[in-house]
């Protein structure tokens, strides 16, 4: 049984299910639990089928994984993504009926191409990006376009991710901290247009990017309550905006100093578990304090589950 949790990145999980709770905060819709089971069972697909990919690969590069050192067999892993695939789109489709099971449809084509022949191209960071950008929409039902800023805060954050682990074998160069910080940059702006701007029905729709910066940038008005622009939930989310970025920033630094496969790995463990925060913050910011608190819950799990299981 650990082999297969290992296979499939057990303890990354926890990253996952914020995405389609981050997704229906910024659409203005309930969380659903189906579309986060789908999720997660489509992530764990991919995971599998990468390890199936790249078996060879890793015989030589990571021989301790669980293909390689024998402890499951190909065809397995193989089986096991397949099985996963189909259950998460069966999920999706039950959660969210024909929209939901083409959401998830394009989601589970995503991972499927990354996994058999994007990867190791060019195009392999912006691919994954894709499929956590796919994942927030999921969440959104029937209200894409509401969560499109958030989905693709997501996305910049794995794209990120992505970078940094390429660089887990041979270490990092100083353009991979670079891109990962900037990558971050990007995340945490686009979080902030999703997560700290009025609600949509609290006025016409500010157009533009110098109009929508001076908007999240303005103070609430003399004598504006809990109401107003500025709630509590917006200021958490600000506050986890914060943490977001100093972490990262933090991250980058550490491998400028150390560029070892070592400490690359460790970043990207860390970048994982940093999108929790990241979902936290649109949740937080639509006023669902109570759902950005169960996610924020996960992080010491995820720390902890991580020191014994690998995350990537």
């Known amino acids: 049984m650990r082999a297969l949790l290992e296979l499939v990145r057990a303890p990354a999980a926890v990253s996952v299910p914020g995405d389609t709770m981050a997704g229906a905060a910024a659409a203005g819709r309930p969380a659903a639990p189906g579309a986060a089971v789908a999720s997660t069972l489509l992530y764990w697909a991919g995971m599998a089928l990468n390890d199936w990919s790249d078996r060879k690969i890793d015989a030589v590069e990571r021989p301790e994984r669980p293909i390689p050192s024998g402890r499951v067999r190909p065809g397995t892993a193989l089986g096991l993504a397949a099985a996963l695939t189909g259950a998460g789109l069966t999920a999706a489709a039950v959660s969210g009926g024909r929209r939901g099971l083409a959401l998830a449809g394009l989601l589970a084509g995503c991972v499927w191409a990354y996994d058999l022949g994007l990867k190791h191209t060019a195009a392999g960071p912006a691919s994954m990006a894709a499929c956590r950008t796919l994942d927030v929409l999921l969440g959104a039902g029937d209200r894409v376009r509401a969560a499109?800023?958030?989905?693709?805060?997501?996305?910049?954050?794995?794209?990120?991710?992505?970078?940094?682990?390429?660089?887990?074998?041979?270490?990092?160069?100083?353009?991979?901290?670079?891109?990962?910080?900037?990558?971050?940059?990007?995340?945490?702006?686009?979080?902030?247009?999703?997560?700290?701007?009025?609600?949509?029905?609290?006025?016409?729709?500010?157009?533009?990017?110098?109009?929508?910066?001076?908007?999240?940038?303005?103070?609430?008005?003399?004598?504006?309550?809990?109401?107003?622009?500025?709630?509590?939930?917006?200021?958490?989310?600000?506050?986890?905006?914060?943490?977001?970025?100093?972490?990262?920033?933090?991250?980058?630094?550490?491998?400028?100093?150390?560029?070892?496969?070592?400490?690359?790995?460790?970043?990207?463990?860390?970048?994982?578990?940093?999108?929790?925060?990241?979902?936290?913050?649109?949740?937080?910011?639509?006023?669902?304090?109570?759902?950005?608190?169960?996610?924020?819950?996960?992080?010491?799990?995820?720390?902890?589950?991580?020191?014994?299981?690998?995350?990537?």
Do not use: N
């Not at 901290?177 to 979080?191: C, D, I, N």
């Not at 991250?251 to 990241?278: F, H, M």
């Open 148 to 312: 499109v800023p958030t989905a693709l805060a997501i996305g910049a954050h794995t794209y990120g991710i992505s970078v940094l682990g390429r660089a887990e074998v041979k270490g990092a160069t100083p353009g991979t901290a670079t891109a990962a910080l900037a990558a971050a940059g990007g995340a945490a702006a686009l979080t902030a247009l999703g997560a700290l701007r009025p609600a949509a029905a609290s006025g016409p729709p500010v157009r533009g990017v110098r109009a929508r910066t001076a908007a999240l940038l303005r103070p609430p008005a003399k004598g504006a309550t809990a109401a107003g622009p500025w709630p509590p939930g917006r200021t958490v989310a600000a506050l986890l905006l914060a943490g977001y970025v100093a972490a990262s920033a933090r991250a980058q630094a550490g491998l400028r100093a150390d560029p070892s496969p070592e400490r690359v790995r460790l970043a990207v463990r860390t970048a994982i578990l940093g999108l929790i925060p990241l979902q936290a913050a649109t949740v937080a910011g639509r006023g669902r304090l109570t759902q950005a608190g169960a996610l924020l819950a996960l992080l010491p799990a995820g720390r902890v589950l991580s020191e014994r299981m690998a995350t990537s």
